[in-house]
């Protein structure tokens, strides 16, 4: 059974969030799919198969962390387009139907990737008692977001803020329902970038997230109702590091990104 692993949200190798990709002609049973999943021990690990012709998608797609299932992830629905146009499996536009609906993605001449996934709403909320403590910076605001990806959005005062963030992730699982995405205006937009951001998932086996495509959802109405501008590029300030574009279109956010096949072998399993 082929495997692949795929760098998303970046155009180069060992950069952006690897992914593991299965193409299969059906789903075996979920303690499978979460033991591969295990094993693979990325972020998330998809797993698609194709449906038959004529009906609202082309192929069904879920994702698995290396302790759970998730109801929507952005990186690995990009590294299992990549798969697919790379091999010619599929052409044009490629209709996933996933835990949260229906999803597209469509591939650029400039080999880039746009998926079309549902905004999140945003929700102000208090601070949490503790979290501040448990993330080691100020926090001058809180979004709760929609169902489907369950973080709180924290906003602090600047981009070092971000990036210097140490948190510690046994508190911070007592914070989060899927995890805590803590964002920045960029301090210098010429760098090509208009806000920064870094995702802690502790609660679903992750402790930072290199690029996480579902929390741009959330990301992109935050930062356009405060810049003005529909379509901006964020940039996730991981070891790893990776930038999504992002285009509001109302109750859709499209997320544009590269990615790269960085291992293409077989899992004997």
Request: with cysteine.
């Amino acid at each position: 059974m082929r495997i692949r692993i795929v760098d998303a949200f970046t155009d180069r190798p060992f950069a952006g969030n690897p992914a593991g990709v299965l193409l299969l002609d059906s789903f075996p049973d979920d303690a499978w799919l979460q033991s591969v999943a295990a094993e693979v021990n990325l972020s998330e690990t998809a797993f698609a198969h194709p449906l038959p012709a004529g009906g609202e998608a082309d192929w069904a797609l879920r994702w698995f962390t290396p302790a759970t299932e998730v109801d929507m992830c952005g990186h690995a629905t990009l590294a299992t387009a990549h798969v697919l146009h790379t091999t010619g499996a599929a052409t044009g536009t490629v209709r996933f139907i996933a835990r949260c609906g229906l999803l597209t993605a469509t591939a650029g001449d400039d080999g880039t990737i746009t998926l079309d996934f549902p905004t999140s709403p945003l929700t102000p909320e208090a601070v949490p008692a503790g979290l501040g403590e448990a993330l080691g910076a100020r926090i001058t605001g809180v979004h709760g977001t929609g169902a489907h990806i369950g973080d709180l959005l924290v906003e602090v005062a600047d981009e070092a803020a971000v990036r210097s963030m140490s948190p510690d992730f046994a508190a911070l699982r007592t914070h989060s329902r899927r995890g805590i995405v803590v964002t920045a205006a960029a301090d210098d937009p010429a760098r090509g970038y208009d806000y920064v951001s870094r995702g802690f998932f502790p609660g679903v086996g992750i402790d930072e997230d290199p690029v996480t495509g579902s929390a741009h959802t959330a990301l992109a109405p935050f930062w356009s109702a405060r810049l003005g501008r529909d379509d901006l590029t964020g940039l996730q300030a991981s070891a790893r590091s990776g930038l999504v574009r992002t285009s509001l279109r109302g109750d859709r956010t499209l997320l544009t990104g590269s990615a790269v096949t960085v291992i293409d072998g077989d899992l004997h399993a």
